[in-house]
């Protein structure tokens, strides 16, 4: 089944078709000082009625390209707040954790709750990779 449908009257040519569920014509109308030739008068119908297609399916294509290009955007603001937030907690948990072994070093604890805080904190530490 062709895509086209012709409609033809005295000295013009109408081309439908649809696009996205909503019809599209081309018309070609012949001058009154020229002779009317039909198979010309389709192929030049036609050939209006698929460039009103393209159009329209140009115009919805650029704004899904926008639309993409917008939430691209975004998302890389995104990114960037929480690249940052990343950076800022692994400095504070790494400054965290080397305060916490020199309080785990220092003389103040016995050798065997030295032994235990750095088990856990070993722990935690691997948890957190």
Request: aromatic share 10%; hydrophobic share 35%.
């Amino acid at each position: 089944m062709s895509r086209y449908k012709f409609i033809v009257t005295d000295n013009k040519v109408i081309c439908l078709s649809s696009y996205m569920g909503r019809r599209v014509r081309g018309i070609a109308k012949c001058s009154p000082n020229d002779e009317f030739d039909l198979e010309f008068g389709k192929q030049l119908a036609r050939a209006r009625c698929d460039a009103k297609v393209l159009y329209k399916r140009y115009q919805r294509a650029r704004a899904m390209w926008d639309e993409a290009d917008n939430r691209l955007y975004e998302a890389e603001e995104y990114m960037d707040k929480v690249d940052d937030y990343l950076y800022h907690a692994e400095g504070e948990y790494e400054l965290a954790v080397n305060e916490l072994q020199e309080l785990l070093n220092a003389e103040t604890l016995g050798k065997d709750a030295r032994e235990s805080a750095m088990e856990n904190l070993k722990a935690m530490h691997d948890d957190c990779k």
